[in-house]
């Protein structure tokens, strides 16, 4: 579900409360009303349902992450590997020893500077991402307690805590 759709929901079970309320019946001579206490549960289930598609997703972003820098540092033992491997077969031929000797720890160090660069990017990715989705909960929470205190506004909640 895309942050659209996910905004519509959470927007249409608000938009349901906000009708619940305005179609209940009113208590003469007073501003309170009567809601029918089955729909604003439904309401409820539907905003908590929604909530750990949020969670879900920030778990397998962890799990992909997690995935990434394995095979990053994969990547970077077989790089440094195969750049040990040449060093050993180019140190094999004795009249060009110096030159192989150079040439391996070019490699070594080229290896060495591509995983530490591929474990940089591959964090700085999820960072990114895990950012992303925190501003997303971020802004959810915010909608959240946005609505919950208006709803405390009306009347009917108030008498309900008085009781």
Same mark, same amino acid.
């Given at each position: ?6 905004? +519509?929901? $959470?927007?249409?079970? @608000? ?17 309170k ?12 289930? &539907?905003?908590? /349902?929604?909530?750990?598609?949020? $969670? ?5 972003? @962890? ?14 033992? !077989?790089?440094?590997?195969? *750049? &040990?491997?040449? *060093? #050993? ?5 004795? #009249?060009?020893?110096?030159? /192989?000797? #150079? ?7 080229? *290896?060495?500077?591509?995983s530490?660069? $591929? !474990? ?14 925190e501003?997303?909960?971020?802004k959810? @929470? $915010?909608?959240? !307690?946005?609505? &919950?205190?208006?709803?405390r506004? +009306?009347?009917? +909640? #108030? @008498?309900?805590?008085?009781?």
């Open positions: 579900m895309d942050k659209n759709q996910e905004q +519509f929901g $959470l927007a249409s079970i @608000l938009k349901d409360l906000e009708e619940a309320v305005a179609n209940a019946s009113r208590m003469p001579l007073s501003t009303v009567l809601v029918d206490g089955d729909t604003i549960l439904n309401c409820v289930d &539907r905003i908590y /349902a929604a909530l750990p598609d949020e $969670l879900k997703q920030a778990q397998k972003v @962890l799990e992909h992450s997690d995935k990434l820098l394995e095979s990053v540092e994969g990547q970077s033992k !077989r790089i440094i590997l195969e *750049a &040990r491997e040449q *060093a #050993e077969q180019l140190t094999q031929e004795t #009249e060009i020893y110096r030159v /192989a000797t #150079e040439q391996a720890q070019e490699l070594l160090n080229k *290896a060495e500077s591509a530490i660069q $591929l !474990r940089h990017e591959s964090i700085v990715y999820c960072d990114d991402v895990l950012q992303q989705l501003d997303n909960i971020e959810m @929470l $915010l909608s959240i !307690r946005k609505n &919950r205190e208006d709803l506004g +009306f009347k009917y +909640f #108030e @008498l309900d805590e008085a009781e």
